[in-house]
Antibody, heavy 119, light 110 residues
Framework: QVQLVESGGGVVQPGRSLRLSCAVSGFTFSNYAMYWVRQAPGKGLEWVAHLSYDGNNQHYGDSVKGRFTISRDTSKNTLYLQMNSLRTDDTAVYYC????????????WGQGTLVTVSS | QSALTQPRSVSGSPGQSVTISCTGTSSDVGGYSYVSWYQQYPGKAPKVKIYDVSKRPSGVPDRFSGSKSGNTASLTISGLQAEDEADYYCCSYAGSYTWVFGGGTKLTVL
């Protein structure tokens, strides 16, 4: 079955970097666009990044543009989110999700990984 | 990329219907037929209930329905059940490969 499993979260100091991974299985990874979405503690969902199905185009939310990079390794069936210059307001559970359809709807989602930015 | 506006909370009794609104602008909700709705239980990942404004993925009961008028999309849950108690989020395509979520609505089944 289709499965997405995030990893790489943890506690990091402001200004430092962290890389999240999302291991996918059960579908042809190279055929699908992918997303990262985050949720700060007690808050709502925020779209973070989108990677096109061919891996050639990346798009970002305003709050992370210039600091975060979405990428993938199809040989490892893994999606990544490189997060640089982390700020305290980046603290959140980060979910990866698969795109479906032209307008983009997210299904399925991974279980999420918690990133805490704190000194 | 301003968040879409949803009511903070709604409630209903078992068997009743509830509607959750999601208001955006002509640049997102009003400009595209790409609104989706997600259900999230505490501590769990979201799950899609509606996509492309009014379509249901396989396995989602027809008690869930979606619609849109102008810049406002709506999710209606009929025949309310205890298991429907959760947080609900709308999401809209906003052009140029960007998406925006609503602030979320907590549904309480009385």
């Amino acid at each position: 079955q289709v499965q997405l499993v995030e990893s790489g979260g943890g506690v990091v100091q402001p200004g430092r970097s962290l890389r999240l991974s999302c291991a996918v299985s059960g579908f042809t990874f190279s055929n699908y666009a992918m997303y990262w979405v985050r949720q700060a503690p007690g808050k709502g969902l925020e779209w973070v990044a989108h990677l096109s199905y061919d891996g050639n185009n990346q798009h970002y939310g305003d709050s992370v543009k210039g600091r975060f990079t979405i990428s993938r390794d199809t040989s490892k069936n893994t999606l990544y989110l490189q997060m640089n210059s982390l700020r305290t307001d980046d603290t959140a559970v980060y979910y990866c999700a698969r795109n479906n359809g032209a307008g983009g709807w997210l299904d399925p989602w991974g279980q999420g990984t918690l990133v805490t930015v704190s000194s | 990329q301003s968040a879409l506006t949803q009511p903070r909370s709604v409630s209903g009794s078992p068997g009743q219907s509830v509607t959750i609104s999601c208001t955006g602008t002509s640049s997102d909700v009003g400009g595209y037929s790409y609104v989706s709705w997600y259900q999230q239980y505490p501590g769990k990942a979201p799950k899609v209930k509606i996509y492309d404004v009014s379509k249901r993925p396989s396995g989602v009961p027809d008690r869930f329905s979606g619609s849109k008028s102008g810049n406002t999309a709506s999710l209606t849950i009929s025949g309310l059940q205890a298991e429907d108690e959760a947080d609900y989020y709308c999401c809209s395509y906003a052009g140029s490969y960007t998406w925006v979520f609503g602030g979320g609505t907590k549904l309480t089944v009385l």
